[in-house]
């Protein structure tokens, strides 16, 4: 398989919201290119940009990413609010985002506490 170039993954990924940086993306799809054994976990995932370097790295490598949040978000990445001020889950934009980049086949969601 061809590994497509970084920066076909960083025109994509960078459309999400996120604090993670276009250098820490880079590592995590380099580093999901080359796995070969067992699946990739990822715990914390807010809106999904580190998620979908890892995705578009997985695919490469032919794995599954789990993704594990509570997608209610936290002090580091923030948080989603409802229009009545509540906080609101991120959980509908990580699966937007993963659906947009078409990783919904090999990202899978865990809603956990």
Not at 77 to 96: K, V
Request: glycine share 8%; with cysteine.
């Amino acid at each position: 398989m061809i590994i497509p170039p970084f920066s076909h993954v960083w025109r994509q990924a960078s459309r999400i919201d996120s604090a993670v940086t276009q250098a820490e993306c880079e590592v995590l799809y380099n580093l999901a290119c080359q796995v070969r054994y067992g699946c990739i976990v990822e715990i914390g995932s807010y809106t999904g940009r580190s998620t979908a370097a890892l995705g578009f790295g997985a695919r490469v490598s032919n794995r599954l990413v789990y993704a594990i949040d509570h997608h209610q978000g936290d002090e580091h990445s923030g948080h989603l609010y409802n229009p009545d001020g509540s906080i609101g889950s991120s959980l509908a934009a990580f699966e937007n985002n993963m659906r947009a980049f078409q990783l919904n086949g090999t990202v899978r969601a865990i809603v956990a506490d």
